[in-house]
């Protein structure tokens, strides 16, 4: 490997580093999505996961909306969403998210969720509706869904997937050894055979991982191998940032560089695209991937 800086030690007397500066939101297409938003009683994973694109994104009139509540059974300690007993279960969500994609006039549209571990098809109707809404509403538009872990419940799996979304993405958020610590109610094999279901299921695969978190590059190209084994298609790589003291701390602030040597790095190992960066996050530029 390239020997690149990269700056390292506690995230106490880490600082970020020059290419981690964002602009602030600002301008008119940021400020119509900010209402499209509110009017709707609507979430965005821009505004509850903290994201540094937001600015960017919503000025494109773009956003990543995210249904089935803003409060999360998982206790992931990298995430910036509350994380407790859900509330909130909307039938008439799916038809809020529509009229609000149609009224955006977005191109190309991106859904997640919470996880919702209480419910016994894991939101997977919500999802199902969700997506067949916006195509009704939006017949022109392309969908990108990513999808929660469904613990292994395949049948809840099948349902969200079968909504004629053109790409699901399911994140595996780190490697393998640092499952415990990042998503302790998680499974790396159990993350990995989800996202082959979705390709024996026909779909276009992604996933995102995030770097920074003390993973070596072994253990990255050894994550990118698995995927590429188990059909995932796209996969996005950004630079892991702390959202509260009280998340886990960020390990290392990786170089561009070395962003751009594993992107090639990824393309070599058979993934059909590549988007690594520090500021990329799973729903970055999403279009592209189409």
């Known amino acids: 490997m390239i020997d690149l800086p990269v700056l390292s030690s506690s995230s106490d007397s880490l600082k970020k580093p020059s290419w981690l500066r964002v602009k602030l939101p600002i301008g008119e297409d940021y400020r119509k999505v900010r209402h499209l938003v509110d009017e709707y009683k609507l979430h965005t ?24 509540g803003n409060i999360c059974t998982r206790s992931c300690s990298f995430c910036a969403v509350k994380t407790g007993r859900p509330t909130e279960y909307d039938v008439d969500e799916p038809s809020r998210v529509a009229e609000a994609i149609h009224l955006m006039g977005v191109k190309h549209a991106v859904i997640t969720s919470v996880n919702r571990d209480e419910l016994a098809d894991k939101g997977a109707e919500i999802w199902y509706q969700t997506v067949i809404q916006v195509k009704q509403k939006s017949p022109e538009t392309t969908i990108e869904t990513l999808i929660p872990d469904v613990k292994s419940n395949w049948d809840a799996l099948i349902r969200m997937i079968s909504a004629n979304q053109e790409v699901v993405s399911h994140n595996m958020e780190t490697v393998g050894r640092l499952y415990r610590l990042v998503r302790p109610q998680a499974k790396y094999e159990r993350s990995l055979e989800q996202i082959k279901r979705t390709k024996e299921f026909g779909k276009r695969t992604k996933t995102g991982i995030m770097l920074g978190l003390g993973e070596t590059a072994d253990e990255l190209y050894k994550a990118m191998d698995d995927l590429v084994a188990n059909g995932c298609d796209v996969l996005t790589l950004g630079q892991y940032l702390q959202p509260t003291k009280m998340h886990i701390a960020v390990a290392e602030f990786i170089h561009p560089d070395i962003f751009a040597l594993y992107k090639e790095e990824g393309m070599k190992r058979g993934f059909k695209y590549v988007e690594s960066g520090p500021l990329v996050r799973s729903s970055y530029h999403s279009e592209r991937h189409l």
Request: with cysteine.
């Open 45 to 68: 994973i821009c505004q509850s996961g903290n994201c540094p694109n937001m600015g960017e994104c919503w000025g494109a009139g773009t956003a990543t909306f995210m249904i089935l």
